[in-house]
């Protein structure tokens, strides 16, 4: 479903006086999530007892806790480098005609007016 036109021509980033709000609630957030971990996923901690039911031969919480810091955080530094490279690529290659292709046109019209 797109928007009207005038909708459409109206959009609009929010002003730069809702960053400092914005910020205080995006880093309290990180705050509270990194001291209240435990209480949710922790070793160990009954708070989901009720609601997750894990056998006791499929229990592999006590392994993926003392992983390697960099096993861990595999999906997330490999999320960042795909969006880094995305960005990249989308950089180069806006700038040459391959983009202008007809057959890249019609894809790039069906993913964009979704």
Same mark, same amino acid.
């Given at each position: 479903m ?8 109206? *959009? %609009? ?8 709000? $914005? ?7 990180? +705050? ?7 209480? &949710? ?10 609601? *997750?039911?894990?056998?006791?031969? %499929?229990?592999?919480? &006590?392994?993926?806790? +003392?992983?390697p &810091?960099? *096993?861990?955080?595999l999906?997330? &530094? $490999?999320s960042v480098?795909?969006?880094? $490279? ?12 391959i983009?202008? %292709?007809?057959?890249?046109k ?9």
């Amino acid at each position: 479903m797109q928007a009207p036109k005038p909708v459409a021509n109206n *959009i %609009h980033e929010s002003a730069v006086l809702i960053t400092g709000p $914005l910020a205080v609630l995006v880093l309290g957030s990180i +705050f509270l999530g990194y001291v209240t971990k435990d209480l &949710f996923a922790g070793v160990g901690s009954p708070f989901l007892d009720h609601i *997750i039911l894990t056998l006791p031969g %499929h229990n592999s919480f &006590f392994v993926a806790e +003392f992983l390697p &810091f960099y *096993i861990k955080n595999l999906p997330f &530094f $490999l999320s960042v480098l795909s969006v880094a $490279l995305v960005t990249l690529l989308y950089q180069v290659l806006s700038n040459y005609t391959i983009m202008y %292709h007809p057959v890249l046109k019609k894809i790039h019209r069906f993913l964009s007016y979704k």
